[in-house]
């Protein structure tokens, strides 16, 4: 009679383990991403470690090894040396064990990402990472009227028209992939805090803000499919083109000496994004549309950068008081701000509403 029971109990048992494998089948371990603009810089950071998170990642970009036109095309200088091909970057991703795919692609080609996601293998597409920009050649800074279509064209045509696309292709496999998967499917856009603040020119800004209201109006739509959409604001940046551009003297005309040293690694965009990935999917849809601060979702989650750091937001007081409000005072008042104010600055996060009210003071015209 006992070992009668123990069979039944052994049977049962398989029986629920077979209905859970069935429930939650073996592809939620191979949840897929495609990151655009994934060859360098902050694509580059999320793709990776997404990556060495476990995604299968189709890196998206033109910089490639065999298509040398794309390479250099509308890139901005960086060391000598560095592989910045989406076979690069798909290399390493398979190396810190996910599964990397580098795909050369034009992202302004009409048709080119349609025709890309109807190629996969896999049948699903759980993170959409729009990450490719062009920064336009020559200064930032400028008056709008001065500047013309043709910095409007620069930062708004791969960074806003080809963004807008590229969630028009991606929704219908990402609504499929959402009636299988116990997590959110993800379209995450990489904007900035030029989206809330006055930052570089107008066509920036006005970019910027769309970028934000995409995410916003998106998971209005979206959220009845169990699809989640964010706008993720990085912070200053150490991307291969602005360490390079430390290296040849014009960093500082070009941010305002803005400290670079303090400031984030594209790995630290990247485990954000991980940490957003990896959220129950009724959780992930409670924040669906959201700014995240990358720096802010550190403190939530409790990351580190890659040197064990954790930058402030930008719209903290540990930011702002040492880059704007200390060197403002000092130059208007020919004072030395003493170092045990400068290293005792608290963590407070100014209100979106005030930090919204325009650049930090000087920032326009140093």
């Given at each position: 009679?006992?070992?009668?029971?123990?069979?039944?109990?052994?049977?049962?048992?398989?029986?629920?383990?077979?209905?859970t494998?069935?429930?939650?089948?073996?592809?939620?371990?191979?949840?897929?991403a495609?990151?655009?603009?994934?060859?360098r810089?902050?694509?580059?950071?999320?793709?990776?470690?997404?990556?060495?998170?476990?995604?299968?990642?189709?890196?998206?970009?033109?910089?490639?090894?065999?298509?040398?036109?794309?390479?250099?095309?509308?890139?901005?200088?960086?060391?000598?040396?560095?592989?910045?091909?989406?076979?690069?970057?798909?290399?390493?991703?398979?190396?810190?064990?996910?599964?990397?795919?580098?795909?050369?692609?034009?992202?302004?080609?009409?048709?080119?990402?349609?025709?890309?996601?109807?190629?996969?293998?896999?049948?699903?597409?759980?993170?959409?990472?729009?990450?490719?920009?062009?920064?336009?050649?020559?200064?930032?800074?400028?008056?709008?009227?001065?500047?013309?279509?043709?910095?409007?064209?620069?930062?708004n045509d791969?960074?806003l028209?080809?963004?807008?696309?590229?969630?028009?292709?991606?929704?219908?496999?990402?609504?499929?992939?959402?009636?299988?998967?116990?997590?959110?499917?993800?379209?995450?856009?990489?904007?900035?805090?030029?989206g809330?603040?006055?930052?570089f020119?107008?066509?920036?800004?006005?970019?910027?803000?769309?970028?934000?209201?995409?995410?916003?109006?998106?998971?209005?739509?979206?959220?009845?499919y169990?699809?989640?959409?964010?706008?993720?604001?990085?912070?200053?940046?150490?991307?291969?083109?602005?360490?390079?551009?430390?290296?040849?003297?014009?960093?500082?005309?070009?941010?305002?000496?803005?400290?670079?040293?303090?400031?984030?690694?594209?790995?630290?965009?990247?485990?954000?994004?991980?940490?957003?990935?990896?959220?129950?999917?009724?959780?992930?849809?409670?924040?669906?549309?959201?700014?995240?601060?990358?720096?802010?979702?550190?403190?939530?989650?409790?990351?580190?950068d890659?040197?064990?750091?954790?930058?402030?937001?930008?719209?903290?007081?540990?930011?702002?008081?040492?880059?704007?409000?200390?060197?403002?005072?000092?130059?208007?008042?020919?004072?030395?701000?003493?170092?045990?104010?400068?290293?005792?600055?608290?963590?407070?996060?100014?209100?979106?509403?005030?930090?919204?009210?325009?650049?930090?003071?000087?920032?326009?015209?140093?």
């Amino acid at each position: 009679m006992l070992i009668i029971t123990l069979v039944r109990q052994s049977i049962l048992l398989l029986t629920l383990i077979l209905i859970t494998l069935i429930k939650c089948p073996a592809l939620e371990s191979g949840r897929v991403a495609v990151v655009t603009g994934a060859s360098r810089g902050i694509g580059r950071g999320i793709a990776l470690e997404l990556g060495k998170a476990g995604f299968v990642v189709y890196a998206l970009a033109r910089s490639s090894r065999e298509k040398k036109q794309f390479s250099l095309k509308d890139q901005r200088v960086v060391a000598e040396g560095l592989d910045l091909t989406v076979e690069g970057t798909a290399e390493r991703i398979t190396a810190l064990g996910g599964r990397g795919y580098g795909i050369s692609i034009d992202l302004t080609e009409k048709g080119a990402l349609g025709n890309f996601l109807a190629s996969m293998s896999e049948n699903r597409l759980d993170v959409l990472v729009c990450s490719a920009y062009t920064t336009p050649p020559g200064k930032l800074r400028g008056e709008f009227w001065t500047q013309g279509m043709e910095m409007w064209e620069a930062v708004n045509d791969l960074g806003l028209n080809c963004v807008y696309d590229a969630c028009c292709t991606a929704a219908p496999y990402m609504i499929d992939t959402a009636k299988h998967s116990s997590h959110a499917p993800l379209i995450c856009l990489v904007s900035s805090f030029g989206g809330k603040s006055y930052t570089f020119n107008a066509a920036y800004g006005v970019g910027k803000s769309a970028i934000d209201r995409l995410a916003v109006d998106m998971s209005y739509q979206l959220k009845k499919y169990g699809v989640a959409t964010t706008s993720i604001y990085p912070g200053l940046v150490k991307t291969e083109a602005n360490m390079q551009m430390v290296v040849d003297g014009t960093w500082g005309e070009a941010s305002g000496n803005l400290d670079i040293t303090k400031g984030e690694t594209p790995a630290f965009s990247g485990k954000a994004v991980v940490a957003l990935t990896a959220l129950e999917k009724n959780s992930m849809m409670e924040r669906t549309g959201r700014v995240e601060v990358v720096a802010e979702l550190a403190d939530e989650f409790g990351f580190l950068d890659e040197d064990d750091s954790k930058p402030p937001s930008i719209r903290s007081l540990q930011y702002l008081l040492p880059n704007f409000v200390f060197p403002t005072v000092e130059k208007n008042n020919n004072v030395k701000v003493p170092n045990w104010i400068k290293n005792n600055v608290p963590n407070i996060l100014v209100p979106w509403s005030t930090f919204s009210s325009g650049p930090p003071p000087d920032m326009d015209n140093r």
